[in-house]
């Protein structure tokens, strides 16, 4: 395989990625105009350029026009959702929906407790107490990012109701779950004691260590994994049934 | 990414709607790729494929340019892929008429983009 072919392979593997999950016409559509573009390259310049010059050239327009495939691929993916929501069932419109109302709940339970505890690490300082040091628990300003957290929760939700901007909010709620779990339970290291004793009781493994990373590290990213799942499940269920899953890879 | 106002036209879309102009004076139609040589003359780099191919599909849904595939036994005939072909529309020649004064006749941003 020659190196413009091994370049021109690369993208149309990118233009097969980028266009997964769209209607076939115009996932195919998009792959025959790349194939013909390629084919014009190869040939116009062939006479110009070294086989490595042109397959640089060629790798390099594909790279500087990522930012506008994924534009694209927003765009027409926005497009089908809409016209996806006419054709849905019944049941299919339930699921979604439930689904749709788990992302809302989650956005309540991360943007109400981490409010009540934002006020009490504001109001509850232990500045002036005899072996405080600057920079320890007790501090009001530790409640400035779990503020911000609440505040990216909040606007998860803006995100999440308009379909359109659904993953924008799932990847806001994803930003808002890390930062409470990392400033919350560094500000409340008896929250995440506990927590982390619930979570290791099934295990019983009852040394530091699995303490520190189930209580520290382990509900954020659980809580963004739960998300991604989440939004997943809503995609197939939008997802037309009738299209295959690699949508434009089996030509 | 911000969202452009509707019916805005971008830089890169009126050279397209000039170069096309050209091309299509002398063979009635023109192609992604003869389109991004055209744009790249002066020494600019070709028009990267999702900038181009992103800005044609908007124009053509704006009905600024129409397009259809080449016919197959054309392209089997010649050995390569099927084109597909744009010519500016009449819409596209209102747009381009009316093309703010201040906007340079070529961007050679965008023509690098």
């Known amino acids: 395989m020659t190196p413009v072919e091994r370049a021109q392979g690369r993208v149309l593997r990118w233009v097969d990625r980028y266009s997964k999950g769209l209607p076939l016409p115009v996932a195919e559509e998009r792959r025959a105009e790349l194939e013909s573009d390629l084919h014009e390259h190869a040939v116009a310049r062939r006479d110009e350029l070294s086989p490595s010059a042109l397959a640089r050239e060629i790798r390099g327009r594909s790279l500087r026009g990522i930012p506008a495939d994924l534009a694209w691929r927003d765009r027409e993916m926005r497009r089908f959702r809409a016209a996806r929501l006419t054709t849905m069932t019944p049941s299919e419109l339930r699921a979604t929906s439930r689904l749709q109302h788990l992302l809302y709940i989650a956005a309540g339970v991360l943007a109400v407790p981490g409010f009540v505890v934002a006020v009490r690490i504001a109001i509850t300082t232990n500045v002036g107490t005899p072996g405080h040091a600057p920079g320890h628990y007790g501090e009001p300003t530790q409640a400035v990012p779990v503020f911000v957290a609440v505040g990216v929760a909040l606007a998860a939700v803006a995100f999440l109701i308009n379909t359109s901007t659904r993953a924008f909010g799932v990847i806001a709620l994803s930003i808002s779950a890390l930062m409470l779990n990392w400033f919350v339970f560094t500000s409340l290291s008896s929250v995440s004691y506990q927590l982390s004793m619930a979570l290791v009781w099934p295990f019983r493994t009852f040394h530091l260590p699995s303490i520190a990373v189930y209580g520290y590290f382990l509900p954020g990213p659980l809580l963004v994994v739960a998300f991604a799942l989440i939004l997943g499940r809503i995609h197939r269920i939008e997802r037309n049934p009738a299209q295959p899953d690699e949508a434009g890879a089996e030509q | ?113």
């Open chain 2, 1 to 113: 990414m911000p969202r452009r106002k509707k019916g805005a036209i971008l830089p890169i879309e009126y050279d397209i709607l000039t170069a096309g102009l050209d091309s299509q004076s002398t063979t009635g139609s023109f192609y992604g790729f003869a389109l991004a040589q055209t744009l790249a003359e002066g020494g600019h780099a070709l028009t990267a494929h999702g900038t181009l191919y992103k800005a044609l599909s908007r124009m053509t849904e704006a009905g600024l340019l129409t397009a259809e595939w080449e016919d197959p036994s054309s392209a089997e005939s010649a050995g390569r892929p099927r084109r597909r072909l744009y010519t500016v529309t009449g819409a596209g020649i209102l747009a381009l008429s009316r093309r703010p004064v201040a906007a340079p006749a070529t961007s050679t941003k965008t023509a690098q983009a």
